[in-house]
């Protein structure tokens, strides 16, 4: 069976204050991860991939996530958050084995406070 | 590049209509896509896997006939929403898998169908 727990629904921040976006996953099998981002009424924008390459991924927009296959996690974060951060953020995981699984976290919603 | 477009990226139609929506993959070749239906503030819910050159593959709970999938070209996948209801009104996303990078689905912009 495969999961993804995105921890926190909703995260609020000050602009210029670190993100840390939270993300924990159950595979049988050894998944790909991925961090997408959606701004209101529009599409999912890919920030990163973890594919059992390096375990520190650097994405877009200065986002970066750590693969932990010993906590199960893939935690998103950012240095400094800047106001055009703000928008959903969707934990992915999927297995290709065979037959494509995908699954999504619920999603948290980052808001900036300026 | 992996772009993917839908059009139209907005539709008002009457009950009873269908209504037809296209997914492009412009810069890359998709043998698989996916169509997404994201409710207000929920999470994406895969309804179909569209094959190029074979029938789509329907999530339980999902009407193959309301929901007509054809994925005619490896660039093309079309979902009609046939004889369309108030509560079709959602959030209609897809997305494509590049061929040359199997894991990574890139998304279309999506297509706010509304129902009247």
């Known amino acids: 069976a495969q999961s993804v727990t995105q921890l926190d629904s909703h995260v609020s921040v000050s602009e210029g204050t670190p993100v840390l976006l939270r993300c924990n996953y159950s595979s049988s099998y050894s998944p790909s991860l991925f961090w997408y981002v959606q701004h209101p009424n529009k599409g999912l924008q890919l920030l990163l991939k973890?594919?059992?390459?390096?375990?520190l991924v650097k994405g877009i927009n200065g986002f970066e996530a750590e693969f932990k296959k010993s906590e199960t996690s893939f935690h998103l974060t950012k240095p400094s958050a800047h106001m055009s951060d703000a928008a959903e953020y969707f934990c992915?995981?999927?297995?290709?084995?065979?037959?494509?699984?995908?699954?999504f976290g619920i999603g948290t919603k980052l808001q900036v406070i300026p | 590049g992996a772009v993917v477009s839908q059009h139209p990226s907005r539709v008002i139609c009457k009950s009873g209509t269908s209504v037809k929506i296209e997914c492009r993959s412009l810069d890359f070749q998709a043998t698989t896509m996916f169509w997404y239906r994201q409710f207000p503030k929920k999470s994406l819910m895969l309804m179909a896997t569209s094959n190029e050159g074979s029938k789509a593959t329907y999530e339980q709970g999902v009407e193959k006939d309301k929901f007509l999938i054809n994925h005619a070209s490896l660039t093309l996948s079309t979902l009609t929403v046939t004889s369309a209801h108030p509560e079709d009104s959602s959030f209609y996303i897809c997305s494509a898998r590049d061929m040359e990078e199997q894991e990574t689905q890139y998304f279309g912009p999506g297509t706010r169908l509304l129902v009247l």
């Open positions: 992915v995981v999927i297995y290709s084995g065979g037959y494509q699984k995908v699954t």
């Open positions: 973890y594919t059992s390459a390096a375990t």
